[in-house]
């Protein structure tokens, strides 16, 4: 009887001790005499903490309504260059980061009416004529960037020039010249503008690189084989290029679209090919250049700083 009080003791007192700690402590033991209604929840949400978010929310809303357009805007005040930009996922991608407050740099090679009338339609925008695989071209794209807009630097570059063989051949029959002209704009084009980059853009916060590659990069078709390989080689060159930025808080990043409703993929391509394509996709149908921009914008802005020597696929789930 005497022990059986004794243990009765000490449990009451174990008990009042473990009472004592669980407001300020929290312990892994769960007390079997404890109602589990009265376990408050984490996702719990009492009158005061509604009342709390409602107000911050409508802080956040009225905040965005009362200030300037562009001030609210994400890009706003930040400079992009965009390379192939008259046309197909450049003029998306452009258009797109002008729409979050970018000034954009439209580069081209050739279609100076349709990049001469994108840069009308934007509110603050040049179009600049140059050769990627040159040296001088590429530099002149960033000095534009500079005169026009009244930058120190431009923040952003968009390396998404390319060109593809739409021929088809396999490795067997592709010509020296068109693999050559394939790597001239996909990769060397890419490597100059990832170095004019490397060495302009500015530090501590806001520089910006993407490349747009391409997902045939994981599924490796026939009758891409020089261009699988220039583009393998940009998403090689940019996730080195991450590492090599460290410090700078500037991000290096690549966007990899798959099949998408562009001039260059119709290009050498029958409609039943086109058919089959859309119809082996999880989505059952080809990309848009409007699915591939707004990936491109995000990795862009603040929001995106912790991505950052990444291969993105927007493909539908095509690979």
């Not at 309504?65 to 992009?80: D, I, N, Q, Y």
């Not at 197909?88 to 090679?109: D, E, K, N, Q, T």
Request: charged share 20%; proline share 4%.
């Amino acid at each position: 009887m005497c022990n059986r009080k004794i243990r009765r003791v000490a449990e009451d007192r174990r008990r009042q001790t473990w009472r004592a700690r669980t407001p300020h402590t929290r312990s892994n033991t769960r007390a079997p005499h404890l109602d589990n209604a009265r376990r408050p929840r984490a996702d719990h949400k009492t009158p005061r903490s509604i009342a709390m978010a409602d107000t911050t929310a409508a802080a956040a809303v009225a905040a965005v309504a009362g200030s300037s357009g562009p001030a609210a805007l994400p890009l706003a005040g930040r400079v992009a260059i965009v390379t192939g930009a008259s046309r197909g996922i450049g003029r998306a991608i452009a258009a797109h980061l002008s729409a979050l407050g970018a000034s954009v740099v439209l580069g081209y090679a050739s279609s100076s009416a349709e990049a001469d009338a994108l840069a009308a339609e934007l509110p603050r925008a040049v179009a600049v004529r140059a050769d990627v695989s040159d040296e001088a071209g590429v530099r002149s794209l960033f000095d534009a960037a500079e005169s026009a807009f009244g930058c120190a630097s431009p923040h952003i570059l968009v390396a998404n020039a390319g060109v593809l063989d739409d021929k088809y051949p396999s490795v067997a029959d592709t010509a020296t010249a068109d693999f050559d002209r394939v790597f001239a704009v996909n990769t060397r084009g890419a490597f100059l503008c990832l170095r004019e980059a490397a060495n302009r853009l500015p530090r501590g916060g806001g520089g910006r690189i993407v490349a747009v590659t391409s997902s045939v990069v994981g599924s490796f078709p026939t009758g891409y084989a020089a261009y699988t390989a220039s583009k393998a080689a940009v998403e090689a060159m940019v996730r080195t290029m991450a590492k090599e930025l460290k410090g700078t808080r500037v991000t290096a990043n690549c966007v990899a679209p798959g099949a998408t409703a562009t001039d260059m993929f119709f290009a050498g391509k029958s409609e039943e090919t086109v058919r089959r394509t859309a119809e082996t996709n999880p989505m059952e149908r080809i990309g848009e250049a409007r699915d591939i921009a707004p990936v491109v914008g995000f990795l862009c802005t603040d929001a995106a700083e912790w991505v950052n020597g990444q291969v993105i696929r927007a493909n539908g789930g095509y690979v």
